[in-house]
């Protein structure tokens, strides 16, 4: 399989990088594309070291950590009515990123993941690359 696995779940898009190598290293963003128009990311960076090491930090945001803790909380507290599924009509709206990826630092044959939520109707497709180039 590919080192490189691309989701899309409920407006959430990640890119994960299974293990990043030094060549993985340079510029990433994300264009999400719909019939009411297209929207692209921030430009984020990544570094990956040339050494391993044991990860003691996690490698997300701290927004994203803050944002997933509040999902997860609210299958605790019985919140679940703000996250079911409802469907409406839905006026045409282009792709808006509601969450922008940040900078990655990675260690050689470490994990990276890049995390951002979209939203636009209908659902956007999303395309990540990296210097340009499809991922």
Partial sequence: GSRFNITCDRGYCV???AYAYPEDSGV????AKN???QSQSRTNEILCQEESGIITKSLLQS??????MRLDMADFD???????YQ???EEPAPPHFDLMPGD???TENGPAKFLTRISGFP?????WYINKEEV
């Fill in 104 to 106: 990655i630092v990675s």
């Fill in 28 to 31: 990433y963003y994300c264009i």
């Fill in 123 to 127: 659902k956007p497709d999303v395309h």
């Fill in 78 to 84: 019985g919140e679940r009515e703000e996250f079911t």
């Fill in 15 to 17: 890119l994960d990088i």
């Fill in 35 to 37: 019939k009411s128009g």
């Fill in 87 to 89: 469907e409406d009509e």
């Fill in 63 to 68: 927004e994203t950590i803050d944002q997933l």
